[in-house]
């Protein structure tokens, strides 16, 4: 985006144009191996991306180790996470379902139920649990990346219904994260809330249903810009393919039924060299087509790897793709996606390690998404949530945050389409869609409360509080530097000097010249931080000082 403009709030009308067209944004850096200054600033911007706010105590300790070091431990995905607990109590459920019987506490993910009212409860206490797991990362790119996985291979629990499926599929999308694409792809197409999602359980020999053989092609693996493409028969041929898959409604669990699939050959367009997949009637009938299918697929190396690297490209560093850089980042990474046999974290690696990530064009030029804004506000400013076993309240604060995050227009576990959300793929607004007139009122009420007042739930109150966050600052006695370096963990992009100046004098200095006024406060509240009014005095600029910064444009940026 040009900052400037978003800066300016300036009205403009631009003419549609294909994704990936050459702009006016010219980036001329590549993969080389990024060697220039490594400060904070730097450390910064990669946990920006790669994670949800960039907390100080990680750019910290991130600053202290070289980059290398960095980014192996950003790759590094560590433990799987204990799955939600019951949150819930038993009001509205039947004593007959088996979740009546689950104590609060206890997982659910293990017991299937079929009940409205229950299922209602779990697709919430998941959806909490998943926010928590954002708000509560560990030093990885795996939150991040779970995010992009979803918003690329869309269902909604919505349609699908059942809690135990929503989690499931978020587990593997976890699982795979920055594995083996091709693995991802199979294991996406026989996932129960898949088959749900895009009726694939639905598909039989006798009536192919063609919704998710589409999306497996033109959302999924090979896009729909290239000429020539696959066509309105590959999809119908794909369909056949995928035809006998089944949910058994006991347990969940998929199975293949023969009986239900088509044992006819199935022969696809001259884009995929007039192939033919043999018809098999057997029990394995449905793993092997499957597999014939996405060896067919993936043939078609060049497409597949620069559509998948190219959306990973969007999602962490910018969402227009000029001439050069499609020939210097694009090209070059999906020939590394085809050498490492469609492994995801090679590409990442480089990519987040390579001069152009680090570009200064490439800083600083995102709108956050409603989940980036709402969950890197809690965890910049370091909020506190109730201590870990009080799972209830936890739960609460979560579905607050993700709630806000929902009126913003992104929720979780629900995007609007099998698209994704519309800020990830439409052309040519891209994540400038994230910011109107509704949202972005919305995203300051949502500052402004975590800032004045908080969200308090049975005498439980996550709030940002300013005066703890200004101590993990190096000298917060300089009010200067204090700005500073709260201004490097907030924006990414930078205020002038003369910005900053009336910024220190209205808010920190009370109108006054000197930068003592704002010293002797801070340090009369050190030398006796149970007074009430030395500390209500610091307390009360910090407070009005963070949330004029998060109410500048500045501040939706990353």
Excluded at 367 to 373: N, Q, V, W
Aim: net charge negative.
């Amino acid at each position: 985006m040009d900052r400037r403009e978003f800066l300016s709030w300036r009205k403009r009308v631009r003419a549609a144009t294909p994704a990936y067209e050459p702009t006016t944004r010219q980036v001329f850096t590549g993969l080389d191996p990024y060697t220039g200054p490594w400060t904070k600033t730097e450390v910064v911007h990669l946990l920006k991306r790669t994670m949800f706010g960039a907390k100080i105590d990680d750019v910290n300790y991130f600053s202290s180790l070289p980059m290398a070091q960095v980014i192996d431990e950003l790759l590094a995905l560590g433990a799987e996470p204990a799955p939600p607990v019951k949150n819930y109590d038993n009001n509205g459920i039947p004593n007959s379902d088996p979740d009546f019987t689950i104590p609060q506490g206890s997982t659910w993910v293990n017991i299937v139920s079929r009940d409205g009212t229950v299922n209602s409860k779990r697709i919430g206490s998941w959806k909490s649990w998943w926010m928590g797991l954002m708000i509560n990362q560990q030093r990885s790119v795996r939150e991040k990346m779970v995010l992009f996985w979803h918003n690329h291979f869309a269902t909604e629990s919505t349609t699908y219904g059942h809690g135990t499926l929503g989690y499931l599929h978020n587990k593997m999308l976890r699982a795979d994260s920055i594995g083996n694409f091709k693995k991802l792809v199979r294991d996406v197409t026989i996932d129960a809330a898949m088959l749900r999602y895009l009726n694939g359980y639905l598909n039989t020999d006798t009536a192919p249903d063609e919704n998710y053989a589409r999306e497996l092609q033109e959302l999924f693996t090979l896009g729909k810009e290239n000429n020539p493409n696959y066509t309105e028969d590959d999809v119908y041929a794909a369909a056949r393919v995928l035809t006998g898959w089944r949910i058994n409604p006991v347990d969940e669990s998929v199975y293949f039924e023969p009986l239900r699939h088509d044992k006819n050959g199935k022969t696809f367009s001259s884009f995929f060299n007039n192939t033919t997949i043999a018809g098999r009637a057997d029990a394995t009938a449905g793993d092997e087509e499957l597999d014939d299918l996405l060896d067919l697929i993936f043939s078609k190396q060049i497409e597949v790897s620069e559509f998948i690297v190219k959306r990973l490209y969007l999602w962490f560093c910018y969402y227009t793709i000029d001439t050069n850089t499609m020939d210097t980042v694009i090209k070059p990474l999906a020939q590394l996606f085809r050498d490492s046999n469609w492994e995801i974290e090679p590409v990442l690696r480089t990519l987040l390690s390579s001069e152009h990530f680090f570009d200064p064009l490439n800083q600083g030029c995102f709108i956050k998404s409603p989940i980036d804004l709402t969950v890197s506000t809690l965890r910049e400013f370091d909020v506190q949530f109730p201590v870990s076993s009080d799972y209830v309240n936890n739960y609460f604060m979560y579905e607050f945050v993700r709630s806000g995050a929902s009126t913003m227009q992104q929720n979780i576990g629900d995007p609007p389409s099998v698209s994704g959300w519309p800020p990830y793929y439409q052309v040519p607004q891209f994540y400038e869609i994230w910011i109107n007139s509704d949202t972005l009122p919305k995203r300051n009420r949502y500052t402004d409360m975590m800032i004045l007042t908080g969200y308090t739930r049975n005498a439980q109150k996550i709030v940002i509080d300013p005066v703890a966050f200004v101590k993990k600052l190096s000298n917060p006695a300089d009010p200067n530097i204090l700005l500073n370096e709260s201004l490097m963990i907030l924006y990414r992009v930078p205020l002038s000097e003369n910005s900053k100046g009336i910024i220190k004098k209205q808010i920190l200095l009370t109108g006054q010249e000197q930068d003592y006024y704002w010293s002797n406060a801070w340090n009369a509240y050190l030398a006796n931080p149970s007074n009430m009014t030395n500390y209500q005095t610091v307390y009360t600029r910090l407070r009005d000082l963070y949330k004029y910064l998060m109410n500048l444009a500045e501040y939706q940026l990353c």
